[in-house]
């Protein structure tokens, strides 16, 4: 361990609470994050247990309704949106490309404080009797018609949006304006570049989705019509308005994972990441598509058939970026000298499950075929093998590549391989039946169901059960490693990133000298300061205990 | 980070420094504009589909408050260009100079909307349940209406509510729609005259010179954007079908 690093720079309560530093803010974020996904996933863990049975084993209709709404709110807004962007990006983004800090450190604590007061709306709107809308707030059902606390969770989300807005605005002004000597555009980690990507979205979706539930919230203060059809306003308006940002939103979640796989997959196969212009140009491309694409969502909601047609080639045409990075992944794990690490696990556990939850969204992008499965668990199924599937796989494998350079130490390798592992099969086993749900006709958000899909409804619950296992350990062993674990070095797998060749953890300025950038990204062949050498046999990434 | 004199400690070199403001300026500027974009839009659509009640909400706006307006906005838009470019050229005394004028037309903006605001409240036109677009017309002595105006906005009402029975409540959608937008860019004013009010300490100070001069640059930059948002605001509100 380096003598002196971030972590122990400074003391105190105040020395985290006003910290400017990127690397403490991100631990910040860190720890509020953990926090929603438990609140989140507290909820989830209310919904498996009531369809265990037909008729509903736990609440009232009424606040099963409530569940899946708060369960979505908290998971979205307040877990999936900032988790690996302000936990993973903030900490990685300045040591990738050899900045001391973000360009605005101040912006960012800021934006912290902002994600804490919007947090806190929110959780008081779900301990003031919840909201009951869905996650979606479509009017006039939030504006008018629902009894429950939607106004408190309408502002919450408003103001968690600029949270998101100052974080996109941070990395992109760093990224291009930080930049070390020698880190050229195309020298960037791909994770930079997916989280540029991210950032174009961020900054451009999210103040739509907030003048909309700004507009939403009003109409509900004042008794307002903007999206009220008994006074003259069109709900579908709101639906445009809504989905334009949240379809995007759901590239907000998946591309910075897509990053993060792009950093594991050639450290754990020892090669160069193949094609790397083209993983770099297809997060801007998903970027770009992804914001024509958000109709697709309203098939069934009444659009002129012209209309739908566009969409649905649009929502197509944003399947090819997303296979071209799969495709590139596959073919840098094509003889490579693969190590079986916890990281490596989640990067192709991510791999699989991206893929078919990708698949599965061709269904759903089918004018036909949608008419069939619109608001069925399929829906459900398709969402979250992109979401928990996608962007938890990520973010949990993510934090296990980083954690070693976030806290200096090693975590177990066993019972890491096995978290890893659980987590994959808990998770096929709760969503996978959802997909034949879907199919057979099951609706979403319904708290009861015909008797003949209980079979399918007790195996998810069932899985459910693996899968919060599969989220504990880590959290164990994780916060276990922080004092108790073996000292990880500067570089332990070794990797040949900018962020690894400074000490772990890294010290308040991230490098004790700036420095020159002379070498090609992911360049496994010819790093002989790291062991790496063209010809010469393939040494194997870190092994075992 | 360490600050040394200008320079925050992230950064190598002052010119680093203001591209990376600058440009982040910029990027919130375009924040901004998807921001309006969502009322726009939905204005845009409302009106389309609304034609005549939005046309009968329109024409009670007063022209000449906000013509007036428009042309103190633009005018404080000259002010504050002025002042970035007398931190540029290293007339520190024009500065404060400069910025307290723009201040001074920023809030002469600001009071002239309130007078118009409070005429919309006098004459029943606040969305809510006093809402009535006929009011004047009923009582035109409390609106100050009378002989050819009177009779214009009676033939103009009356047109509309036979081609459009709901047009108070359209029209009620065209107010709502005009409090949120010109409230919003009210509330942009306000905080950059916020803004303004720290420039002009610092610049008192003398600290704004050629080498340094990135806040007045910036908060330029906002303050321009603000009025722009006006100059789309007053044709789309006050200008689109007036006949009176």
Redesign the interface.
């Known amino acids: 361990m380096p003598r002196e690093h971030y972590l122990n720079a400074s003391y105190g309560i105040r020395s985290w609470l006003l910290t ?2 990127h690397k403490r803010i991100a631990l910040l974020y860190l720890v509020s994050v953990t926090f929603f996904f438990f609140v989140g996933g507290v909820f989830a863990t209310m919904i498996r247990i009531h369809l265990l049975t037909p008729e509903g084993a736990l609440v009232s209709p009424e606040t099963y309704n409530k569940l899946f709404t708060m369960h979505g709110v908290a998971m979205i807004f307040f877990f999936l949106i900032p988790s690996i962007p302000a936990v993973l990006g903030n900490f990685l983004i300045p040591p990738m490309i050899g ?7 101040k912006i960012n604590l800021l934006s912290w404080y902002i994600y804490i007061i919007g947090g806190c709306f929110a959780l008081y709107s779900f301990s003031t009797g919840g909201l009951d809308t869905g996650w979606t707030f479509y009017t006039p059902l939030s504006s008018i018609y629902s009894n429950s606390a939607v106004t408190p969770a309408v502002i919450g989300i408003f103001i968690n949006g600029f949270s998101s ?1 100052l974080t996109g ?2 990395f ?3 990224i ?3 930049r070390a000597p020698g880190m050229t555009w195309f020298r960037l980690p791909l994770f930079a570049w997916a989280h540029y990507a991210t950032s174009l979205i961020m ?6 989705v ?3 539930l700004l ?1 939403a919230g ?1 109409e509900r203060m ?5 999206f009220n059809p008994a ?4 709900p579908i ?1 709101f639906q445009h ?1 809504f989905w334009f940002y949240s379809h995007p939103a759901v590239y907000i979640m998946v591309l910075p994972a897509m990053g993060v796989v792009s950093e594991i997959i050639p450290t754990f196969a020892r090669k160069p990441i193949f094609g790397y212009s083209f993983i770099a140009a297809s997060s801007i491309a998903i970027a770009v598509i992804g914001f024509l694409v958000w109709a697709h969502h309203l098939f069934m909601t009444g659009m002129s058939t012209y209309a739908a047609l566009a969409f649905s080639f649009l929502s197509y045409l944003v399947a090819i970026p997303s296979a071209v990075k799969v495709f590139n992944w596959t073919a840098t794990l094509y003889k490579g000298s693969i190590s079986w690490d916890a990281p490596m696990l989640y990067a192709l556990g991510f791999i699989g499950l991206f893929t078919i939850g990708g698949l599965t969204g061709l269904f759903l992008a089918c004018l036909g075929l949608d008419m069939h499965i619109h608001d069925t668990y399929f829906v459900i199924a398709h969402f979250h093998y992109i979401m928990v599937g996608g962007a938890v796989m990520g973010y949990v494998g993510g934090l296990h590549y980083w954690w070693p350079k976030m806290t200096g130490k090693l975590y177990p390798e066993a019972l890491s391989r096995f978290a890893a592992i659980t987590l994959f099969v808990g998770f096929n086993l709760t969503f996978f039946p959802q997909f034949i749900l879907g199919y057979l006709g099951m609706p979403r958000r319904y708290h009861s169901y015909p008797p003949e899909f209980q079979v399918l409804n007790v195996l998810s619950t069932a899985g459910a059960s693996i899968l919060a296992l599969g989220y504990l350990l880590p959290i164990v062993y994780l916060t276990w490693s922080m004092r108790y674990g073996k000292v990880a070095g500067p570089n332990p797998w070794p990797a040949t990133g900018l962020e690894w060749k400074t000490d772990s953890p890294p010290p308040t ?1 991230n490098f004790h000298v ?1 420095p020159v950038v002379d070498w090609e990204p992911y360049d496994y062949r010819n790093r002989p300061d790291l062991g790496l050498v063209a010809g010469a046999p393939l040494a194997p990434a870190h092994g075992d205990d | 980070m360490h600050r040394t004199g200008e320079l925050y400690g992230q950064f190598q070199t002052l010119e680093q420094q203001k591209e990376s403001a600058t440009f982040g300026m910029w990027i919130f500027l375009v924040t901004e504009v998807l921001f309006f974009g969502g009322m726009f839009l939905t204005y845009t659509i409302n009106r389309h589909e609304y034609f005549t009640a939005f046309g009968v909400g329109s024409n009670t706006l007063d022209i000449t408050l906000g013509t007036a307006n428009t042309i103190v906005l633009i005018m404080s838009s000259f002010t504050m260009a002025m002042a970035v470019w007398s931190a540029q050229t290293a007339k520190k005394k024009l500065v404060p100079l400069f910025l307290i004028l723009t201040l001074a037309l920023g809030c002469v903006f600001l009071g002239i909307k309130f007078v118009e605001y409070k005429q919309k409240f006098d004459h029943h036109l606040i969305p809510g349940r006093g809402f009535d677009v006929s009011y004047c017309i009923s009582n035109p002595a409390s609106c100050g209406l009378q002989g050819k105006a009177l009779e214009e906005e009676r033939a103009e009402v009356e047109k509309a509510f036979t081609s459009d029975p709901d047009t108070n409540s359209h029209a009620q959608l065209y107010f709502s729609l005009y409090f949120a937008m010109t409230g919003l860019h009210a509330l942009h004013m306000i905080v950059g005259a916020g803004l303004i009010i720290w420039l002009i300490k610092v610049s008192l100070r003398g600290r704004f010179t050629p080498q340094y001069n990135t806040p007045v640059e910036i908060v330029g930059l906002y303050w321009h954007f603000v009025d722009i948002v006006w100059i789309y605001l007053f044709p789309l509100l006050y200008l689109i079908d007036r006949h009176r």
Do not use: Q, S, W
């Not at chain 1, 900054?203 to 739509?208: A, C, D, N, S, Y």
């Not at chain 1, 004042?222 to 903007?226: I, R, S, T, W």
């Open positions: 400017t530093d900045a001391k800090d973000l360009a605005f450190p807005i605005l941070n992109i002004v760093t291009h304006t930080m900054i451009l979706g999210t103040p739509v907030a003048i909309t507009l009003l004042f008794h307002l019509g903007f006074m003259g306003g069109d308006l308005l300025e700036t």
